[in-house]
């Protein structure tokens, strides 16, 4: 009997995909690649937090950066909604928080676990530092707890280190606006990208004082195989719109994926 063209040509292309492929192929495992953007406002411990206006915006700058590193972004609005399992396979994990984040138990031992290991990258922006407060260990993964914000104007920043992909394209210094954040229990082992400027602010105002660890804006860490990026700036709506400052955030990116 014969056989049709278009049968014919479709036994041909079977047949080569057939000895094309072979008898055993090789696993390869799948390369994480979402971003998990997480912009929960949550309470204190002793009464509600403050929510950032610019949080929206901030997700789409976001999205995008993720875009541009080849990975998926993923908008969490609240934790509670994130499955350990979506922790464990996610590429990075973007902090714009506030308050006691409800990270619950299982989460916060999947962040520490794919952190420690190198597959969970994690990037705090601006009010991260002011999260998480009842949670100990989150203090060691952010880099430093947040103690103050007696300023808010126009200052320069010293770049500390000219070398980072966060700060590569900015010169000797940087002309911003925005909260000037104290921090405590800054990790010893931080590496500060950017920090104030000397006498810039005015110290007899309330809450004034020059913190043990300086002024550090942004910084850099590891441990183990994990990497945390943090930038303190970001609390104005115009960061968001600043190639600048978006461009120190998709440094700080890269450099968490150098690893992956």
Do not use: N
């Not at 200052?155 to 980072?164: E, G, L, S, Y």
């Not at 809450?207 to 303190?232: D, M, N, V």
């Not at 400052?245 to 450099?255: D, E, F, T």
């Amino acid at each position: 009997m014969a056989v049709a063209p278009v049968e014919a040509v479709a036994c041909v292309l079977r047949a080569l995909e057939h000895s094309a492929t072979p008898e055993h192929q090789p696993y390869t495992p799948e390369v994480p690649k979402d971003m998990l953007i997480v912009t929960q406002v949550a309470p204190y411990a002793d009464g509600p937090a403050g929510v950032h206006g610019v949080l929206g915006q901030a997700s789409t700058a976001l999205a995008q950066l993720a875009e541009g590193a080849g990975l998926d972004p993923v908008f969490v609005a609240d934790v509670r909604d994130l499955s350990p399992q979506h922790l464990e396979s996610a590429a990075v994990l973007s902090l714009f928080t506030i308050g006691e984040t409800p990270f619950s138990p299982p989460q916060r031992q999947a962040i520490v676990a794919q952190w420690e290991a190198g597959h969970l990258g994690v990037m705090g922006v601006h009010s991260a530092t002011d999260a998480c407060h009842t949670w100990p260990g989150y203090g060691d993964i952010i880099g430093a707890r947040f103690d103050g914000h007696p300023w808010t104007q126009d200052f320069t920043i010293a770049v500390d280190d000219r070398d980072h992909p966060a700060t590569a394209h900015l010169g000797d210094s940087w002309d911003w606006r925005d909260e000037i954040y104290l921090f405590r229990a800054l990790r010893p082992d931080a590496q500060v990208l950017l920090s104030l400027a000397p006498d810039q602010v005015d110290l007899s105002v309330p809450g004034g004082r020059i913190p043990e660890c300086g002024f550090p804006l942004a910084w850099c860490h590891q441990e183990k195989e994990g990497r945390t990026f943090y930038s303190a700036l970001g609390h104005f709506p115009g960061a968001w719109e600043t190639p600048t400052y978006l461009r120190h955030l998709a440094g700080g990116l890269a450099w968490l994926r150098e690893s992956a």
